[in-house]
């Protein structure tokens, strides 16, 4: 099992930065996927950018190209998301989730609680 906690979040102008963090405990970090989502009041939840177990490989949603990155550190059992050039329309609860594996239409194995993200215009 992995447990997995958000922090970072908060308010900021437009077209400013945050870091936001997600700490790993339970299991061998490195052997899974790590995976940010994000859900924006009354919308459902969208994915926003992937990352094997190596770190080699990401993958991120047209929304966020450009602007945002993923990483991880799998020596601390952290995965990041720098978010760069934030928009108004990134405002929304941002989600750390795990998974042992992926293919297209993989559920996640485990997530976090969230951190709220919140940005002016």
């Known amino acids: 099992q992995v447990q997995l906690v958000e922090s970072g979040g908060g308010l900021v102008q437009a077209g400013g930065s945050l870091r936001l963090s997600c700490v790993a405990s339970?299991?061998?970090?490195?052997?899974?996927?790590i995976v940010w989502f994000r859900q924006a009041p009354g919308k459902e939840r969208d994915f926003v950018a992937r990352?094997?177990?190596?770190?080699?490989?990401?993958y991120y949603a047209d929304s966020v190209k450009g602007r945002f990155t993923i990483s991880r550190d799998n020596a601390k059992n952290t995965g990041y998301l720098q978010m760069n050039s934030l928009k108004p329309e990134d405002t929304a609860v941002y989600y750390c989730?795990?998974?042992?594996?992926?293919?297209?239409?993989?559920?996640?194995?485990?997530w976090g609680k969230g951190t709220l993200v919140t940005v002016s215009s």
């Open positions: 989730a795990a998974a042992s594996s992926w293919y297209p239409g993989k559920l996640m194995d485990y």
């Open positions: 339970g299991r061998t970090f490195s052997t899974y996927i």
């Open positions: 990352i094997s177990m190596s770190g080699g490989t990401t």
